[in-house]
C-alpha cells in the first residue's frame, strides 16, 4: 500500500541553525500538508500547497517557515533559525484528487510517520 | 471550522466491540466525517471516513446518525494494537484537518 515516507526520522540542532525536514508524498498526490505536534499538545496545521504555491498556512508558519517542491517527488519544510520552541514532532500529509466515491480512501489526507526535532 | 465533541477516555476489553461516539450538531452538509487514529509515538492514521450512510472498511465501521449530527467508530474486535487516541474530525474537500483531543481508548487484555 503506498504510503507517506519522511526523512529523517529524528532531527537534533543548535537553536539558530536552519534545518530542512524531508517528505515524499503517495505518488499521484496532489495536496500537501506539514502538522506539528508538541509533546503532550494536539497536532496543528502549519501549511498546506497545491499547484506549486501555498494554498493556506497557519498564524504559526510565519518567515522562518518555508516549503518547496524541487522536484517530482520530494516536499521540504525548511525552518531558517530554529528556535526552542520548534522542537516537535513534523507530519507530511497527501491527498489525491478526490471525487471518489464516499468511503473510499481516495480523498483523505495521509501522513506520514513523522519527523522528530529536537533544538538545543 | 466545525467543531465536534468526544469522550476524553474509553476502555474496551480485547477482542469485544469498542463503539466510539462522536457529536457534531454544527456539521454543515458539506463536512465529511473523518476518522484518525494516532498510535504512541507515530503519525495520524486515517481509519475511515464517510458523509450520509454508514461505511464498513477492513479497519472499521462508521454509522451515522439520519440527522448527521453524530456518528460513531465501531471497531469489531478490539486488539492491544488498536489502542490508540481516535480523532473525529469534519472536513470538506482540500482544506486543513484540524485536530481536537480526541478519545484515548484503552483496551484491556
Known amino acids: ?22 517528505c515524499v508524498p503517495i505518488s499521484n498526490h496532489l495536496y500537501f500538508y506539514w502538522y506539528r505536534q508538541i509533546l503532550g499538545q494536539k ?11 501555498i494554498s493556506e498556512k497557519s498564524e504559526i508558519f510565519d518567515d522562518q517557515f518555508s516549503v518547496e517542491r524541487p522536484d517530482g ?41 513523522g519527523t522528530r526535532l529536537t533544538v538545543l | 471550522d466545525a467543531k465536534t465533541t468526544q469522550p476524553n477516555s ?29 498510535l504512541p509515538s507515530q503519525g495520524p492514521e486515517y481509519v475511515i471516513h464517510g458523509l450520509t450512510s454508514n461505511v464498513n472498511n477492513r479497519m472499521a465501521s462508521l ?18 494494537r488498536d489502542a490508540a487516541v481516535y480523532y473525529c474530525i469534519l472536513s470538506g474537500g482540500y482544506q486543513k484537518v484540524t485536530f481536537g483531543t480526541g478519545t484515548k481508548l484503552q483496551v484491556i487484555p
Open chain 2, 10 to 38: 474509553m476502555e474496551s476489553n480485547e477482542e469485544e466491540p469498542v463503539h466510539l461516539p462522536c457529536n457534531h450538531s454544527t456539521i454543515s452538509g458539506t463536512d465529511y466525517i473523518h476518522w484518525y487514529r494516532q
Open chain 1, 73 to 113: 517527488s520530494n516536499f521540504t519544510l525548511k525552518i531558517r533559525s530554529t528556535k526552542l520552541e520548534d522542537s516537535a514532532m513534523y507530519f507530511c500529509a497527501s491527498r489525491g484528487l478526490g471525487l471518489a466515491k464516499v468511503g473510499s480512501s481516495t480523498d483523505t489526507q495521509y501522513f506520514g510517520p
Open chain 1, 43 to 53: 497536532v496543528e496545521f502549519l501549511v498546506s500547497f497545491y499547484n506549486n504555491e
Open chain 1, 1 to 22: 500500500e503506498p504510503e507517506v515516507t519522511q526523512t529523517p526520522s529524528h532531527q537534533v540542532t543548535q537553536m539558530g541553525q536552519e534545518v530542512i525536514l524531508r
Open chain 2, 63 to 80: 454509522a451515522i446518525a439520519e440527522d448527521r449530527k453524530s456518528s460513531t467508530l465501531i471497531l469489531h474486535r478490539a486488539t492491544l
